[in-house]
Nanobody, 119 residues
Framework: QVQLVESGGGLVQAGGSLRLSCAASGRTFSSYAWFRQAPGKERDFVAVINRIGGRTYYADSVKGRFTISRDNTKNTVFLQMNSMKPEDTAVYYC??????????????WGQGTQVTVSS
């Protein structure tokens, strides 16, 4: 059974940092991604990483501030978020599958973790 379990969300002031983790179990995937969903909005792509090789791609809104990384020995993916802004407030979801920035491309999702950035 495939499980993706996110952790690390919380409340942070603008300009601060948080690190999200996503622990995968049940199988490995070629790529892992982070998406986020603010209240009343669609789920948006944040970042994706290739498990082998470590190729990454970011949404323009987070480029230069967020870093996605992985630890293949632990089957865990991370999202380091720096210089955070109130508009980063959302529920962050981990997804696993093939290389894609499209939400409907992913079949496996975590339960989500709330990130709130205060101004």
């Amino acid at each position: 059974q495939v499980q993706l379990v996110e952790s690390g969300g919380g409340l942070v002031q603008a300009g601060g940092s948080l690190r999200l983790s996503c622990a995968a179990s049940g199988r490995t995937f070629s790529s892992y991604a982070w998406f986020r969903q603010a209240p009343g909005k669609e789920r948006d792509f944040v970042a994706v990483i290739n498990r082998i090789g470590g190729r990454t791609y970011y949404a323009d809104s987070v480029k230069g501030r967020f870093t996605i990384s992985r630890d293949n020995t632990k089957n865990t993916v991370f999202l380091q978020m720096n210089s955070m802004k109130p508009e980063d407030t959302a529920v962050y979801y981990c997804a696993a599958g093939g290389w894609s920035i499209v939400v409907n491309s992913y079949d496996y999702w975590g339960q989500g973790t709330q990130v709130t950035v205060s101004s």
